[in-house]
């Protein structure tokens, strides 16, 4: 089992529709969340993170958080053109000294006009 | 300029080369990372450094040597690279080791 499991996708959703992201993670002393947001041949950018059980809103973005459940995503409302990117969901946990931040694999997200 | 930069952004070498890429923070940040990510795949850690000091090395072959002069600077060292090492390389720098991090625009490298 990999340590933080996303669906490669892609996930094609129409202009204006909600995009739903998913990622599981199997530490359950995982204690930071993230969200990053990579265009093609572009380094990842940070869109959210998260660290408590819940919703977090920002603008257009929502990430939620489920310990008990082992998972975080991430909802895109009124997706655009422009959200067409892989997703990377990104989990810090305790390791050895310190933490250690794992990423997943991305999500692909195709918006189609 | 801020954020975390990175040079060169493009570089082709031989594989009897050697040559050096940059990393430099702007961020007051503690940490700093090395990643490696070939076409279609996930990120690969390579190196961490907290407060200078390299805390993780994903077991990542010797023709690649990080260095780490003070939190802002972020060196990687390269000699004797395998075709199989083209790729992009990515930089990024955080608060702490449990914090989001920044990455810098990557060098796209390709060993010929």
């Known amino acids: 089992q990999k340590e933080v499991e996303q669906n490669s996708g892609p996930l094609s959703v129409p202009e204006g529709a909600i995009a739903s992201l998913n990622c599981t993670y199997s530490?359950?002393?995982?204690?930071?969340f993230f969200w990053y947001r990579q265009y093609s041949g572009k380094s990842p950018e940070l869109i959210m993170f998260?660290?408590?059980?819940g919703d977090k809103e920002d603008g257009r973005f929502t990430a939620q958080l489920n310990k008990a459940s082992q998972y975080v995503s991430l909802l895109i409302r009124d997706s655009q053109p422009s959200d067409s990117a892989t997703y990377l969901c990104a989990v810090a946990r305790g390791n050895t000294g310190g933490f250690k931040t794992i990423f997943g694999a991305g999500t692909r997200l195709f918006v189609k006009a | 300029e801020t954020g975390v930069t990175q040079t060169p952004r493009h570089l082709v070498m031989g594989m009897t080369n050697k040559k050096s890429l940059k990393c430099e923070q702007h961020l007051g940040h503690n940490a700093m990372y090395w990643y490696k990510q070939s076409a279609k795949k996930p990120l690969e850690l390579m190196f961490v450094?907290?407060?200078?000091?390299?805390?993780e090395n994903n077991s990542v072959p010797s023709r690649f040597s990080p260095e780490c002069p003070n939190s802002s600077h972020l060196f990687l060292h390269l000699h004797t690279l395998q075709p199989e090492d083209s790729a992009l390389y990515l930089c990024?720098?955080?608060?702490?080791?449990?914090?989001?991090?920044?990455f810098g625009p990557g060098t796209r490298l390709t060993v010929t």
């Open positions: 450094y907290n407060f200078k000091e390299q805390t």
């Open positions: 530490d359950r002393g995982s204690q930071s």
């Open positions: 998260i660290y408590s059980n």
């Open positions: 990024a720098s955080s608060r702490g080791v449990e914090s989001e991090q920044y």
